[in-house]
């Protein structure tokens, strides 16, 4: 089953200033990720037999046209299971049904699984068929992504991104930029870029950087305009790993090598 993408412009923080919905094709159609009402998705949904709408997360540019899609099309609304509440409150509509790791979406002639896919948040899953995953913010065909404190959380991201480098599918369909026709390489591309970034983040404690502003300052060397709040959350993901890891110490406010002592 292949899917057809409808990039929906949308107040982000992702480069492209889009987002990109998709609709599984065939009968039953699952509609993912409508983040706003445009012409382009009303048509879209139009012609697709649209069953079910659900979301890859909760972002506010991933929900926006949810609850207008579902209303207007009476299709079944999928949340992820224990995060009902949530969904409700990102989207104004409170789901059908709740789907978990293996679930199949019964979607076109051979369903839609899901997949948990955490990290960037932590109710994101993906969204499986032959053809590839529709990924979310898991991945992006260059750069990186926003994996902030206290919302994300980097071991599981990381983990994240193991699992869809082992499921090696066709090609990963993302909610930003373009498809990512090799999603083992870019899998392998992210987890080295947050290998580097987590030892630069060591180095800089192991050098006395204790606040995540200094640590910031010592372990990125790139321009930070418009993005430092977002690179801040990182740094903090990052010592929050590291701390479970006893790699270093951590207590919400400074960080220290993990055998020196507090003052």
Known sequence: MDWRRVNVAVESRAPTGETAAYL????????VDPADRTPALDDAVSAADVAHVAVTHHHPDHVGAVADYARE??????????????????TGIAPDRTFAQGTTVPAGDDGVEVLDLPGHAPEHVGF????????????????????????????????????????????????????????????????RHRRGREERVREAVAAGAATPEEILDRAYEKDLSGVRDLALATVVAHLEKLAVEAALRWDGNQALPARASRR
């Open 24 to 31: 599984s094709e065939g009968p039953d159609a699952l509609l």
């Open 128 to 191: 499986a068929t032959e053809s590839g995953v529709v990924s979310g913010d898991v991945a992006v065909a260059e750069g990186s992504v926003v994996v902030g404190a206290p919302e994300g959380d980097m071991r599981a991201y990381l983990s994240s991104l193991r699992r869809l480098h082992s499921r090696n599918p066709d090609a990963l369909y993302p909610g930003h930029g373009p498809t990512i026709d090799e999603p083992r390489s870019s899998c392998r591309r992210l987890l």
């Open 73 to 90: 099309t009476d299709t079944t609304v999928w949340a992820r299971r224990g995060r009902a509440e949530s969904f409700e409150s990102a």
